[in-house]
């Protein structure tokens, strides 16, 4: 079935530490793949997408490359800040008539001074 | 500005008593979707709508129902709330249809004791 699986938190760094949250899904042909952040009290917002395989979505310093291969899409950020904290969600969008984005459970990241 | 806007932001209601949480979007989009998201779960898709007047039920419909009488409104509408409707629920719109790059809202934080 359609399904994405993300590494499970909270992430805890400190302030310029090298960030990665793990992705990987499964799903009928090749959807496009999406991370979604959410601040606190605050709604889902697009961070990144990819389309298509090889694909690499970036934005705001993070970077997440569309691996067909290993069905993969992990978020990565070189240098992460205090203002970097929040939930990350990975979603795909499900190709062959589904009408609906299929969401991981999301991954807290707290980043201190 | 683009957004998606939702009222209230926050509910506490008693089981049975029915209630509507509204949902409007700037951005002309012909799809608006509907999820909940609890935890450990990610976010599930309660129902979407294609366009006017054209509605269907995403993974998790029991207990809920919507209405698109209008492109820019979407209601979700709660007939006889239960404990187990206890949520964080977002409302959402897209330009390419339901399984794209969608607009959330602010999220409404619903409780029924």
């Known amino acids: 079935g359609n399904s994405v699986t993300q590494m499970e938190g909270p992430v805890t760094l400190s302030e310029e530490a090298f960030l990665t949250i793990n992705c990987t899904y499964t799903?009928?042909?090749?959807?496009?793949l999406f991370w979604y952040v959410q601040y606190p009290g605050e709604g889902l917002q697009l961070l990144l997408k990819?389309?298509?395989?090889?694909d690499k979505g970036s934005n705001k310093g993070f970077e997440a490359t569309y691996r067909k291969e290993t069905t993969s899409f992990h978020l990565e950020k070189g240098s992460v800040q205090v203002s970097d904290s929040a939930v990350y969600f990975c979603?795909?969008?499900?190709?062959?008539?589904?009408?609906?984005?299929?969401f991981g459970a999301g991954t807290r990241l707290a980043v201190h001074p | 500005e683009a957004q998606v806007t939702q009222n209230p932001r926050y509910l506490i209601t008693v089981t049975g008593k029915k209630l509507t949480v509204t949902c409007s979007q700037n951005?002309?989009?012909?799809?608006m979707s509907w999820y909940r998201q609890d935890p450990g779960l990610g976010l599930r898709q309660i129902y979407y709508s294609m366009n006017v007047e054209v509605t269907d039920k995403g993974d998790v419909p029991e207990g809920y129902k919507v209405s698109r009488k209008e492109k820019r409104n979407f209601p979700l509408i709660l007939e006889s709330p239960s404990p187990n409707q206890t949520s964080l629920y977002f409302c959402a719109s897209s330009l390419n249809g339901p399984n794209t790059e969608a607009f959330f809202g602010q999220g409404t934080r619903l409780t029924v004791v």
């Open positions: 990819a389309t298509k395989a090889d």
């Open positions: 951005m002309n989009h012909e799809y």
């Open positions: 979603a795909h969008g499900v190709a062959g008539g589904y009408n609906k984005l299929i």
């Open positions: 799903a009928t042909g090749y959807p496009s």
